[in-house]
């Protein structure tokens, strides 16, 4: 089946559908979200994509990120992206949306309207590895060190929405 992302405006208006990876390679401004998973310690949950993602393969990012499907709202696209590649379920609160463009390699870009979500987990993951190679906890300093340490590892919408997560938070 053909995965179709929504694409907007600025303001968040529906200005048509279009195939994702036509819409990366045009660079279109489409609707996103990215959910951030912490546990008790304070340590965000970080996911390896799998192997087989046509873009950004074995790199680290959040929890989840991806796009809401035609009349889907972001809420529940983050919700059924966490049971689809995660197998879980947590209450999500948003937070705040930005709009971000990022070379992600090979002629693509991540053009996107993100809606950026928290929540709390700590219990099992039944991973997707169609999605998902692995996900791990790790402190935000920890991931400070590796990002600054070794950029290359990590997707490059990881490292823009950190750091717009970082600009809300620790104000």
Not at 47 to 64: D, F, G, I, L, M
Not at 104 to 128: A, I, K, Q, R
Request: proline share 2%; charged share 30%; hydrophobic share 35%.
């Amino acid at each position: 089946m053909e995965e179709l992302v929504v694409l907007v405006n600025p303001q968040d208006e529906v200005l048509g559908l279009m195939e994702k990876q036509q819409a990366h390679i045009n660079g279109l401004l489409h609707r996103a979200f990215s959910v951030f998973l912490f546990n008790s310690s304070g340590e965000m949950l970080l996911q390896k994509r799998a192997a087989k993602k046509y873009h950004s393969p074995y790199q680290w990012t959040n929890a989840v990120c991806s796009h809401p499907r035609d009349n889907e709202t972001y809420l529940e696209a983050a919700n059924r992206r966490l049971k689809e590649e995660l197998g879980i379920f947590t209450e999500l609160s948003e937070k705040f949306h930005f709009i971000y463009k990022a070379d992600v390699g090979n002629g693509l870009w991540e053009h996107e309207l993100d809606h950026v979500f928290t929540g709390f987990f700590e219990g099992d993951f039944h991973l997707n590895k169609d999605e998902v190679e692995e996900v791990r906890y790790i402190s935000m300093k920890d991931l400070d060190k590796e990002i600054s340490e070794h950029p290359e590892n990590f997707t490059e919408w990881f490292k823009i929405i950190l750091e717009e997560y970082k600009h809300h938070f620790n104000k």
